[in-house]
């Protein structure tokens, strides 16, 4: 006998569980002594063998992610500080929980074990920076204040576009709605738990514990002025130095100069990414890797009740001889059958294993696939759909005929035959049960003057008991039958039944027929027409494979005119929730181009940072296929999660970058600077969070849940590759964009070195009129490694201070000039014998003004202005030589005048 014992909808299973477990001792005595109790299923171990793994787990994580942060920042002090964050997000957590009304599950806990490598990244962020003002030589508080203001609004926008993402999940509806709802709750509430943290207590911690360093402490004593910008360049002298930065630089520079071909490189990655998708495993859902499934044997309509129990008996002592097993529990027929004629059963036999809990439960299936069964038989294992899930793929075909849909269940049931990974194909109409069919002869009845509703009472009641009435027995109610001396147990005996007449006792067959017929257990019908259904097991955790076999074979399946066949069941369950948590994606991402639009104020820099979004997926499909593992609901959770991590370092850098531009630094200079401060903190969250994510990805304790395992997987491969593209081409995106103007300044002034070069190699060749400074072509030669303001001051303003230019000379302090070579005395008013000499002026020419009206150069060395025509450049020379004559005018009118 099997008692089951169903929680209430809102009952706790493991209290429940213990409760029954608690009263077994005591029914155990009041029961015969040879009375054996065993527990066929229960779900409060797994359950909570499932949480205590994932407490392991999470622990585990915990240290790997402190351990982490203490090899960056080599301080235990700062350390300590960022764990902390770590408690206290999950401390405010749990009180958001029971805010909401939600228990400590599988799902809860599964995301606590999540966000633990994801709390600490704000925090990484915050203590990271004050390490590095402190470093400056920054007064303690000083350092803590512009810290916490250069990177509050980065975190902050970085930590609502993660929480954001999780917004579409509402949207969901379904078993994936329901599951995943509680999931990302309790991740929004420790991410905004943990930035609260990282903007409040760890500042304050900061300032309580950590110090200048001593040496820089004595430094600043002995010489305070202008100290804290000299310490600022010697520390970022010293970090470029670094192991970390001498590596990264370089590749920066490299991938700066050659975007294009950085781009090129990155699509192709891309696209050899989404060329591996059909390679990927897809499921639903997983069962949860429970330690029990059930085996069935279905076997003939005509066996009868003993020969489906002896069978039964047969399969039991098979099963358990097979190591790993501890208990079985066989079920034949079922309440159904009291209907079914004297003995025939369509049930079949149900039989329920429950292995140790270190086996493994897939390989004991396929020992038990491959046991012997009678002819005619066949035997299938299942363990139950995922959460209430199906766990069959269905074919659900409708007819207006009842003998069109049998032919057309016949054909879809022929033709899956030749489906591989299928371990039983099953239809609604096979469970058609034997039982006996009695027809009444209304005219013979009605002879003897009965009716047809008066044979089938009198017949009902000899076959089963009539109810009387209930009494009350110790102020309980029970029901009262009555039933005849002896039941008949054979159809002969049935056709003999006494019916009274008025004109005496006459044999049921005498006024009816008595046959044995298959009768369908159930009638279904949808808009009008008869349905039923072809089920199919299907074997491994490729879902969607099979799925695709089982609708391409469908296809070729010519049905009967009038019947339809669709795919339902596990393959409907996963494409649906597919579609919803595709458009919660796309929403998704959505959502954080809103976020960052007001983050930067901008909408060309938030799509810059959205473009890099596909390029996650390589880590997290890569690590998918080597790992093995199925791409299934718990993997797009972690998908969705990824749109949100994969933007925050983005916007940790872009932010940064643009305070730089704001200070007054250029583009180059800003976007080098950033990506070089930037490096160790964004660096620092994605480790911690990958090893904090890897004792769950491994599966070390075996038993963590059906959902953190997939989903860490999926995040850490995007975190790996996530993490290369926010420091490679998120500024190679950047530097195309926004760095424009600036890349054709350094064209320009690349050009004009060049040619001066060119022109200073030639001997013999004097330019005449305004020549450009020597110390612009080195300025122009070093723009790449030096701030581009200098490079464009060089080509704008060019230094004009060696230049000699004809300006009329000052009417004080005027030189005493040679008209002639020959010192004769001239004529003022002989205008002829006037001569114009430079060379032999005893004194220098007057200093010329800092902004003269034009300058005259050489034109092959003249500056054009890559954004003139040829037409505006001719007008420009015209103008330019009509100045130069104005000013020799006006020089001789000057020098006559002086005269």
């Known amino acids: 006998m099997a008692i089951s014992i169903t929680k209430a909808p809102d009952g706790n299973s493991v209290a429940v569980s213990q409760g029954v477990q608690d009263l077994i001792p005591e029914l155990k005595t009041a029961l015969a002594q040879d009375v054996t109790v065993v527990t066929i299923f229960d779900q409060a171990p797994f359950i909570q063998e499932s949480i205590k793994d994932l407490t392991v787990e999470g622990l585990l994580g915990l240290g790997a992610a402190i351990l982490i942060i203490l090899i960056f920042l ?11 964050s770590i408690p206290t997000s999950l401390l405010i957590t749990f009180i958001g929980l029971q805010l909401a009304d939600y228990s400590l599950n599988l799902l809860t806990l599964g995301a606590l074990t999540i966000a633990i490598g994801r709390v600490v990244d704000d925090s990484i962020v915050v203590i990271e920076n004050i390490n590095r003002h402190l470093s400056y030589g920054e007064e303690r508080r000083q350092a803590v204040l512009t810290a916490v203001k250069e990177v509050a609004g980065a975190i902050t926008a970085s930590t609502i576009t993660t929480v954001a993402v999780f917004l579409p999940i509402a949207l969901v509806s379904g078993l994936v709605g329901e599951l995943f709802r509680p999931f990302a709750f309790t991740v929004s509430i420790a991410l905004l738990a943990s930035l609260l943290v990282s903007l409040t207590i760890v500042p304050v911690l900061a300032y309580w514990f950590l110090r200048m360093p001593k040496r820089l402490a004595k430094a600043k004593a002995l010489d305070p002025v202008g100290f804290e910008a000299n310490q600022r360049e010697v520390e970022e002298a010293r970090e470029k130095k670094g192991l970390l930065q001498r590596g990264y630089i370089p590749i920066l520079n490299g991938t700066k100069n050659h975007p294009w071909l950085t781009l090129v490189a990155s699509m192709l990655i891309l696209g050899y990414t989404f060329s591996l998708v059909p390679l990927l495993k897809t499921n639903f859902i997983d069962g949860g890797g429970s330690n029990q499934f059930t085996a069935t044997l279905s076997m003939p309509t005509n066996t009868t009740l003993d020969e489906q129990d002896a069978a039964a008996g047969d399969l039991e002592r098979e099963i358990l001889a097979i190591e790993g097993v501890e208990v079985v529990q066989s079920t034949v027929g079922s309440s159904a059958d009291v209907r079914v004629a004297r003995g025939a059963s369509a049930s079949g036999v149900q039989i329920t294993v429950s292995s140790d809990e270190k086996a493994d439960v897939e390989l004991i299936k ?58 039983s194909i099953t239809t609604t109409l096979d469970a058609d049960q034997r039982v006996l069919e009695v027809i009444v002869d209304r005219e013979k009845a009605a002879g003897y003057m009965l009716a047809e509703t008066t044979v089938t009472g009198i017949v009902a009641s000899q076959l089963r008991p009539t109810p009387l009435g209930t009494v009350n027995i110790e102020g309980k109610d029970a029901d009262v039958y009555v039933t005849g001396t002896k039941a008949p147990e054979s159809i002969a005996e049935i056709k003999a039944l006494s019916i009274p007449t008025m004109q005496g006792i006459i044999r049921l067959d005498s006024i009816a027929s008595v046959t044995e017929v298959l009768k369908p257990t159930s009638i279904t019908s949808e808009r009008g027409n008869r349905t039923a259904t072809v089920s199919m097991t299907p074997i491994g955790d490729d879902l969607g494979a099979i799925s695709a076999e089982i609708t391409d074979t469908l296809a070729t399946i010519e049905l009967p005119a009038g019947t339809e066949a669709s795919i339902g069941g596990a393959a409907a369950d996963q494409a649906e929730s597919f579609q919803q948590l595709g458009v919660a994606l796309i929403a998704a991402v959505a959502i954080v181009y809103i976020v960052m639009v007001a983050t930067f104020g901008s909408l060309i820099q938030p799509l810059l940072l959205l473009i890099s979004i596909p390029f996650a997926a390589t880590g997290a499909l890569g690590l998918l296929l080597i790992s093995d593992t199925a791409l299934g609901v718990p993997a797009l959770i972690g998908m969705l999660l990824l749109i949100g991590i994969v933007v925050t370092n983005a916007i940790v850098l872009i932010d940064l970058v643009n305070q730089y531009r704001k200070s007054g630094l250029s583009v180059q200079d800003s976007l080098i600077s950033g990506a ?223 005269d």
């Open 74 to 84: 080599l301080s235990v002090k700062s350390t300590l500080i960022t764990a902390i």
């Open 676 to 898: 070089r401060q930037r490096l160790r903190p964004i660096l620092m969250t994605a480790f911690a969070t990958i090893f904090a994510l890897t004792p769950m990805a491994l599966g070390v304790t075996g038993n963590s849940g059906f959902i953190s395992k997939p989903l860490a997987i999926v995040v850490i491969g995007g975190l790996i590759s996530s993490t290369l593209l926010t420091l490679i081409l998120v500024p190679v995106l950047y530097w195309l964009v926004e760095g424009r103007k600036e890349r054709k300044a350094i064209r320009v002034a690349k050009r004009l070195s060049k040619k001066q070069a060119k022109a200073d190699k030639k001997p013999g060749k004097q330019a005449t009129g305004v020549v450009v400074a020597d110390q612009s072509a080195p300025e122009a030669a070093a723009v790449v490694a030096e701030p581009i303001a200098t490079t464009t001051q060089a080509v704008i303003e060019p230094d004009i201070s060696d230049e000699q230019v004809f300006q009329p000379a000052a009417l004080v302090n005027t030189p005493e000039l040679a008209w002639s070579e020959e010192p004769t005395d001239l004529q003022i008013d002989d205008e002829s014998s006037m001569q114009w000499s430079e060379e032999a002026a005893p004194e220098s020419p007057a200093p010329a003004p800092t902004q003269p009206a034009a300058m005259e150069l050489p034109a092959s060395e003249t500056p054009a202005d890559a954004t003139l025509t040829k037409a505006e450049q001719r007008a420009a020379n015209k103008a330019a030589k009509a100045e130069r004559k104005a000013q020799i005018k006006a020089a001789k009118n000057s020098r006559h005048s002086n």
């Open 366 to 423: 396929e020992d038990v696939l491959g046991l012997s069964v009678p002819a005619g038989s066949e035997i299938t294992v299942s363990s139950g759909g995922g959460f209430g899930s199906s766990e069959t793929i269905d074919v659900q075909v409708l007819a207006s005929d009842p003998e069109l849909l049998q032919e057309a269940v016949n054909a879809i049931a022929t033709g899956m035959e030749s489906v591989g990974n299928v371990s």
